[in-house]
Nanobody
């Protein structure tokens, strides 16, 4: 069973770049079974899909966040990373990494999430 763990700073200042890493165990990010996703949930709001990277390294982004989002990976560490630039307090949220199955498109495994607050 794939397990995911998010890591990164819990506090980011406005206009800076938020950077989070998802460490994967129990499966390889280069295996064509899953898309590797970043999803966030602002306080009091619903889940928002931010983007994903697939087994070949191809990236996919939410149109609303595409200009500020970059997802990359380190296959030697079995990790994938989210960078969100020019953050504002509206980017304050719980950030999750998650797998989505390639065949059925179902969200399968989730990390526990990491809280990021944007504040000066």
């Amino acid at each position: 069973q794939v397990q995911l763990q998010e890591s990164g700073p819990g506090l980011v200042k406005p206009s800076q770049t938020l950077s989070l890493t998802c460490t994967v165990s129990g499966g390889s990010i280069t295996t064509n079974t899953y898309y590797w996703n970043w999803i966030r949930q602002p306080p009091g709001k619903g889940l928002e899909w931010m983007g994903a990277i697939d087994a070949s390294g191809t990236t996919y982004y939410s149109p609303s966040l595409k200009s500020r989002t970059s997802i990359s990976r380190d296959t030697s560490k079995n990790q994938f990373t989210l960078q969100l630039s020019s953050v504002t307090p509206e980017d304050t949220a719980m950030y999750y990494c998650a797998t989505r199955t390639v065949v059925h498109g179902h969200l399968a495994s989730w990390g526990q999430g990491t809280q990021v607050t944007v504040s000066s």
